[in-house]
């Protein structure tokens, strides 16, 4: 069966958007580390079920603590897994900084932009559309919360494609 | 320069050295040379530091907070 892998900083939202593809009810509060084990749910995704896996928060694929640890073993374990890499919008660097270890290791990504209205309401803005190009695989804008953007977010799992990290770092200088 | 751990309230610097092996390990909270932080919070008793990143705050323990240097804005 076809896995995807929930990714991101501890404190994106992974948990919400897993609540939101799956309909199942995971512990979620406004602190980060809620999620130091993972979860298992399922969606059905074009006619298909898939399994969705909640994956802890992690910085990098460096682990430095136990839920860390956990996040990058069931990284290397998944290897045929689709990622979705969830980033706060408000804090974007670090996010994009553990979206590009995973793409670094071959996996096909989905970028979701999540907490769009955080980020608005700091006055952030984010050209996801670039972003896009740059990466050369979906990114979409999310507000897992209110809903937003989760349907876009599940049409374009299809999309996702793994990508050459060299590839990436012409598109950004050029 | 000096340490991140030693830099006062409300204190703007810039990262110019991270030492030894830790860059790996931070760039993923967002700390990078070049980049610039300013002093939120110094908890006492050895407690963590909070600095603010790119409008985001993050917290470093002393251990890592003793190990970033940076050159503080006049």
Redesign the interface.
Known sequence: MEKILLMG?PNTGKSVVFNRLTGARVTVSNYPGTTVDFTKGWMKLEGKTVELIDVPG???L?P?DKAEEVAVKMLEEEKEAVVICLIDS??A??GL??TLEIIERGYPVVVALNMADVADS?N?MIDAEKLEQILGVPVVCTVAVSGEGIKELASRIKEATPVKIEKISKNASG | MKKVSEMEFDEVGIVRKIEGNLR??I????IREGKKLRMATKQPIKGPVVVEV???FTSLGLRLADKIFVEVEK
């Open positions: 900083n992690a910085f990098s460096e430095k408000s804090k660097e670090r900084y553990l700091k952030i | 790996a390990q760039a993923g909270m967002g790119d409008k985001s």
